[in-house]
């Protein structure tokens, strides 16, 4: 049984930083590569971030520079360090195993919300 726990969402200034957790359960953690996705109101979900088995990283355009995805094999936790918070970067965010071609392997946690508002 595969279980996504996100944690660490809310309410942060622009400018601010938030850092994400998501706790897996129900796969061999430290051979998959994992996922940061979001999804904004009235949009489709996105994927922001991603970690290899290996921890090579890839960023969405949007959030290079500012975000950085890190995992803790031991722990069976990825994590979203957010710095600069952009009121843009207002969604909910889920992580999910992700396939080489960037696409969620599984079922979604419940996610946590990021606002970022003065």
């Known amino acids: 049984q595969v279980q996504l726990v996100e944690s660490g969402g809310g309410l942060v200034q622009p400018g601010g930083s938030l850092r994400l957790s998501c706790a897996v359960s129900?796969?061999?953690?430290?051979?998959?590569?994992m996922g940061w996705y979001r999804q904004a109101p009235g949009k489709e979900r996105e994927l922001v971030a991603t970690?290899?088995?290996?921890?090579?990283?890839n960023y969405a355009d949007s959030v290079k520079g500012r975000f950085t995805i890190s995992r803790d094999n031991a722990k069976n936790t990825v994590y979203l360090q957010m710095n600069s918070l952009k009121p843009e970067d207002t969604a909910v965010y889920y992580c999910?195993?992700?396939?080489?071609?960037?696409?969620?392997?599984?079922?979604w946690g419940q996610g946590t919300q990021v606002t970022v508002s003065s």
């Open positions: 999910n195993p992700t396939s080489r071609g960037g696409h969620p392997l599984s079922s």
């Open positions: 129900g796969y061999i953690f430290s051979a998959i590569t």
């Open positions: 970690i290899t088995s290996t921890s090579s990283q």
